[in-house]
């Protein structure tokens, strides 16, 4: 089975700063990951994925994340961060064979804040 | 229709009472999802449905919850003698097959007084 933890459930930056939500995976396969966004009183919205082609994925809004297969890792970053970036993020894996009919695991989720 | 779509988007109800809560797949789609946001909360996994595969319903909290799906389509959550715990917004989503990005409906927030 696939699993997901990410480290830090609230996290604040000031408007201008690097961006940096930390996600981890489990995996026992290959796994695809992917990260997700929900602003307030709205359902989830697809940020990016990783489906086993270039280790660098960007998304939108200027987010991106890196595949470290060494690491078991797919952090999310930004370079400079806007106060319409304050969310909450959650990191998602899932993997293409076994028992679990490819079913997406998630974590428990980042609150970011931005600070003007 | 161009999304996940949920219905109602809201319901109070009162104790004790059963509730439906009703998702629109993407057409197309053949997975489907249920999951449960409570207040500040992150996603609590329900119910997967996968195909024509036996639903992964290791996340159902008690046995007043139960799930349908009538082929690829519909999805209806029912929750029975509803509990003010189970207040919550509670999520669909669908893909368009295993091991793909899910997209997300709206919610519907239930409101249990």
């Known amino acids: 089975a696939q699993s997901v933890t990410q480290l830090g459930s609230h996290v604040s930056v000031s408007e201008g700063a690097l961006v940096l939500l930390r996600c981890n995976y489990s995996?026992?396969?290959?796994?695809?990951l992917f990260w997700y966004v929900q602003y307030p009183n709205q359902g989830l919205q697809l940020l990016l994925k990783?489906?086993?082609?270039?280790?660098l994925v960007k998304g939108i809004n200027g987010f991106e994340a890196e595949f470290k297969k060494s690491e078991t890792s797919f952090h999310l970053t930004k370079p400079s961060a806007h106060m319409s970036d304050a969310a909450e993020y959650f990191c998602?894996?899932?993997?293409?064979?076994?028992?679990?009919?490819?079913?997406?695991?998630f974590g428990r989720g980042t609150q970011l804040t931005v600070w003007p | 229709g161009a999304g996940v779509s949920q219905s109602p988007s809201n319901k109070v109800t009162e104790k004790g009472k059963d509730v439906e809560l009703r998702c629109d797949p993407i057409?197309?789609?053949?997975?489907l999802y249920w999951y449960r946001q409570r207040l500040g909360q992150g996603l609590e996994f329900l119910i997967y449905?996968?195909?024509?595969?036996?639903?992964?319903k290791s996340g159902l909290p008690s046995d007043r919850f139960s799930a349908e799906r009538t082929g690829e389509s519909v999805s209806t959550l029912t929750i029975q003698r509803t509990q003010q715990e189970d207040s919550a917004v509670y999520l669909c989503?669908?893909?368009?097959?295993?091991?793909?990005?899910?997209?997300f409906g709206q919610g519907t927030r239930l409101t249990v007084v």
């Open positions: 449905f996968q195909g024509n595969s036996a639903p992964d």
């Open positions: 998602a894996v899932t993997a293409d064979r076994g028992s679990t009919l490819g079913r997406l695991y």
């Open positions: 057409s197309g789609h053949t997975a």
């Open positions: 990783y489906t086993s082609a270039a280790t």
């Open positions: 995996s026992s396969v290959p796994p695809y």
């Open positions: 989503a669908s893909s368009f097959r295993a091991s793909t990005e899910a997209f």
